[in-house]
């Protein structure tokens, strides 16, 4: 990114518009790697305190209590879309507004009214809950203390009184993560995932394990990991369940001796520019094809088919994106 389009990217006084279709699900490397969302399904006030090799957390919760693991859907809903705006070359702003309905279908949550009430419920929990830590984003280290988003407000609201269009304030610390690029892709099927737990032990394992074959973490590290507050006997229970069902994404886990869990690989985890290589002129021809649509995730989930036909070789692989492409586009 060059300093000409961050200085654009953080202009108090831009807005950025969410409305890339199909973005790539993305995550901030520090809150995958830190505990920083509330696993409880019920209103949690704890003050959360972590340490671990000299990064400092503390969580402090509003009266509506923490931002929960599920709060963060919104978060990840805007990070995916910054980072496809600036993948493909477009200036980024701070404040986002986006539609209250695609950020509910891109998260694989319901368009009930219900579902708008927890939708706006989620943003009170998430300007509320307050950050102080000295994790490093973007290439800084700065002890401060910041809300997880600055500030939020509806726009519209339709006659049956539910919310249309909201604008969003990330806080500088999260959007100094996006335009520096820390963050990792994560599977669509992470917003199937209901309990808060597999969610986190998924993050954890996306975040250590990566291009890894395998990563193995003792149960003490992953519950200290993790932010949950069930005692150890129980958590290793859960974690047993987990080991049991296989829920997990693009990961299998298993247990070894001396209290240890391993994760391995499931199917490879493709990021945009692995395998065959795709000309500009193909992307902008697939941007044709289907306008408003993220290429670049389009892109992912052809590579992703590619690995699992086996990784054939491929004489012209910008015409089988573009066959790839075509199938979607119902052409």
Not at 189 to 198: A, G, H, T
């Amino acid at each position: 990114m060059s300093g000409q389009a961050v200085a654009r990217a953080q202009g108090m006084g831009d807005l950025f518009v969410c409305d890339i279709w199909g973005a790539i699900p993305k995550d901030d490397l520090a809150s995958m790697e830190h505990p920083v969302f509330s696993l409880s399904t019920r209103p949690d006030r704890r003050i959360l305190d972590y340490e671990h090799n000299g990064t400092r957390i503390t969580v402090t919760p509003s009266v509506r209590g923490l931002a929960t693991i599920h709060d963060k859907d919104i978060l990840i809903f805007c990070i995916s879309q910054l980072m496809a705006a600036l993948n493909a070359g477009r200036a980024v702003a701070r404040t986002l507004t986006l539609t209250a309905h695609d950020l509910l279908l891109a998260t694989g949550r319901e368009t009930s009214g219900d579902a708008y009430r927890r939708l706006r419920e989620a943003f009170e929990r998430l300007a509320g809950t307050r950050i102080t830590t000295n994790v490093e984003t973007g290439g800084q280290e700065v002890t401060t203390g910041f809300g997880l988003i600055e500030g939020w407000q509806i726009l519209r609201r339709s006659r049956g009184g539910r919310m249309i269009s909201v604008t969003v304030t990330l806080s500088e610390w999260l959007f100094r993560a996006v335009c520096a690029k820390s963050v990792l892709t994560l599977s669509r099927d992470y917003f199937s995932l209901r309990k808060p737990l597999e969610r986190r032990i998924y993050e954890l394992a996306r975040k250590h394990c990566g291009r890894q074959a395998e990563w193995r973490a003792s149960v003490d590290t992953l519950l200290k990991k993790s932010g949950s507050a069930s005692p150890r006997r129980v958590f290793r229970k859960m974690l047993r369940d987990m080991i049991q069902n296989q829920h997990l994404p693009d990961y299998t886990l298993h247990e070894e001796p001396g209290d240890l869990i391993r994760f391995a690989r499931r199917d490879q985890v493709i990021e945009p520019g692995q395998g065959p290589r795709i000309g500009a002129e193909a992307l902008e021809e697939a941007r044709a094809l289907m306008p408003g649509a993220d290429v670049h995730a389009l892109e992912a989930e052809w590579r992703a088919w590619w690995v699992r036909s086996g990784q054939p070789r491929l004489r012209a692989p910008g015409a089988a994106f573009l066959g790839f492409v075509k199938k979607r586009a119902g052409g």
